[in-house]
């Protein structure tokens, strides 16, 4: 920390204080915190008229809580009929502090699929053995993430590993699959498909 040095010299006389460290105990927060100031010295045209009682001193000062920004970063998931979501915490403390960030819910404004969507975080709080350190910016934060749509069927007497691939409205296929023994088959991932779209499934059994 930094500390401001005053004297009891004659009036008049030019001197300049100086010192080495000053130090708190701890990096914690708190009020009225002990300064251990060291390796005083002084300087200046009237220096050599003075000896210094000592070289150190104590004097106390404030370590404010750090403001903590939390950011939400959302996770991309395959519909399930729920507004429930997913998403990885991040904050701004000091490097090397000790924090875990965590959120009481995330969700979506509603279940159905996009891309993009908003998704809101509530509860958020921090804990570990730097947390008094901090104060929360905001217990709540947005983001964004995808609910991706699941198309999923089963044709009869193909059998296992056959190709599958899956166009919507006439395109070019978007995605591919392959069976399983009882010939059926689930698109998922990056898969947007709205009301309306057509489908069609291609086969591929050379």
Known sequence: TTV?????????????????????????????????VSGISISGADASNYTLASTSTTTTADI???????????????????????????????????????????????KYVAAGKTVSV?????????????????TRALTTADITAVVSGAISGIGAGVSVALSLNGGTPVTTTTTDANGSFSFGGNLFVSSGDSMLIYINND
């Open 4 to 36: 401001t040095l005053s004297d009891n010299r004659v009036a008049g006389d030019v001197l300049t204080d100086s010192y080495a460290s000053a130090t708190f105990a701890d990096k914690n927060a708190g009020t009225g915190k002990v300064v251990s």
């Open 64 to 110: 404010t809580q750090r403001t903590l920004t939390v950011s939400a970063t959302g996770a991309d998931r395959v519909y399930d009929a729920t507004n429930a979501a997913t998403v990885t915490l991040s904050d701004n403390r000091i490097a090397g502090d000790v924090l875990t960030d965590s959120y009481a819910s995330a969700t979506f404004a509603d």
């Open 122 to 138: 509530s509860g958020i709080s921090i804990s570990g053995a730097d947390a008094a350190n901090y104060l929360l910016s905001s």
